[in-house]
């Protein structure tokens, strides 16, 4: 900062310089051409004297050459006569310089990045202070605004001095909750490098970039995963994600094949069983392998055909004709009647609760005209009789009743 100011100001003292200097030889170039052609037409005439009198043209030239250095005498101007002009000339250019200093302050607080680095400055002042809260577990959690300045604070410490392992670690996990993916893998892979065989980083790392929406990172993260789960077979953590990765790649078979071993692997009364059959019947949903699905038919009465509302929601909810939660639920946007469509697992609404594990439904259609998932008065909608199911069913729904 010093430096940029010092260059700045030489190089304004110099432009100044530059139009103060023009402005007095503009002056002097004058006097100094006029005295020059004076000097020569005077030695011209000298020469043309020494020949005329040679010649006998002339009897005496001494007196003309007493005339011709009065007439060159008088020609010179008065040093008065400048000094006015020289002065001036200069102090009608110092407007001028004053313009180019102060458009040049102009342009470089306006441009130069000045309130940028006033911001910066003021983040390495706070760093230590956020550092401290976000390592105090009494402290007052930070925001992710004081986390993004917290992260700038540490990435600037970091490059003026290369920290440990703690630090690249901690900048790599604020990047992963920021969702700032070339922060967090730079601040892994730099980890990665200190601790190799860190198994924690690994995964932290592998997460990065499963998350990441360029492929490239996708198959990265696969190839880190796999290469992880043959040395820790049984990793739940590992296995989870490497289940995640395959289905974000549509690798679905594959991810079908890892969460089924993760059930293997997890307590029976682990929470987590419930969330994993039910990705691996989303799973075998989006690869066409659902074995059991409800199919639906929705036609209009003749009285709501001609009151559809403009922007209205239909809203499909399958019950077990027992408990008011529905097993699955499917929401459209309105369109054209009759309307074909299918429910399975993955549109169950707990995952507890799958379409598949039920042996009885009933389908509720119903438009809401505002869009709310809450019936409103005056919302039509259609239902179903309790039907056995036996995970191949068709039913047809008429919607022709309001709701009161």
Not at 388 to 395: M, N, R, S, T
């Amino acid at each position: 900062m010093t430096l940029f100011w010092i260059v700045l100001t030489a190089l304004l003292a110099a432009a100044l310089l530059l139009f103060l200097a023009a402005g007095w030889r503009s002056d002097r170039s004058a006097a100094l051409d006029r005295d020059a052609l004076n000097k020569v037409f005077y030695q011209q005439r000298l020469a043309e004297l020494e020949q005329d009198e040679a010649q006998g043209v002339i009897d005496a030239r001494q007196p003309i050459v007493q005339e011709l250095q009065q007439t060159l005498l008088s020609d010179i101007p008065a040093a008065s006569d400048d000094a006015p002009a020289r002065p001036l000339s200069r102090w009608v250019l110092l407007p001028g310089a004053l313009l180019l200093v102060l458009v040049s302050l102009g342009c470089y607080l306006k441009t130069g990045g000045l309130p940028g680095l006033i911001a910066w400055k003021q983040v390495e002042n706070e760093y230590p202070a956020l550092r401290a809260r976000l390592l105090d577990p009494q402290a007052k959690p930070l925001t992710l605004e004081e986390l993004a300045r917290l992260g700038l604070g540490l990435r600037t410490s970091l490059q003026q001095h290369d920290g440990g392992l703690h630090d690249w670690l901690m900048l790599g996990r604020i990047g992963m909750v920021l969702n700032n993916r070339d922060t967090a893998i730079q601040a892994f892979q730099r980890a990665l490098q200190l601790a190799p065989n860190n198994s924690e980083i690994k995964l932290n790392y592998a997460e990065v970039l499963t998350r990441s929406s360029d492929a490239q990172d996708n198959r990265e993260a696969q190839a880190l995963l796999d290469a992880m789960l043959k040395q820790e077979p049984d990793n739940v953590r590992i296995l989870s994600l490497s289940a995640f990765n395959a289905f974000e790649q549509q690798q679905y078979e594959k991810a079908i094949g890892v969460w089924q071993t993760m059930l293997t692997l997890l307590p029976p009364n682990d929470a987590r069983i419930a969330q994993v059959r039910r990705d691996i019947e989303q799973a075998k949903a989006s690869a066409g392998l659902q074995t059991s699905q409800l199919t639906l038919n929705v036609t209009l009465g003749s009285k709501v055909e001609k009151m559809l509302p403009q922007g209205g929601v239909l809203y499909i909810s399958v019950s077990d004709g027992v408990s008011p939660v529905p097993v699955a639920v499917k929401r459209l946007p309105l369109s054209h009647f009759p309307l074909s469509l299918t429910l399975d697992d993955s549109n169950a609404m707990m995952p507890e609760r799958l379409l598949s594990a039920q042996h009885q439904v009933k389908v509720r259609v119903r438009i809401a005209r505002d869009g709310s998932a809450a019936p409103q008065t005056g919302d039509w909608f259609g239902e179903s009789a309790l039907t056995p199911f036996d995970g191949h069913q068709h039913l047809t729904v008429e919607i022709n009743q309001q709701q009161p």
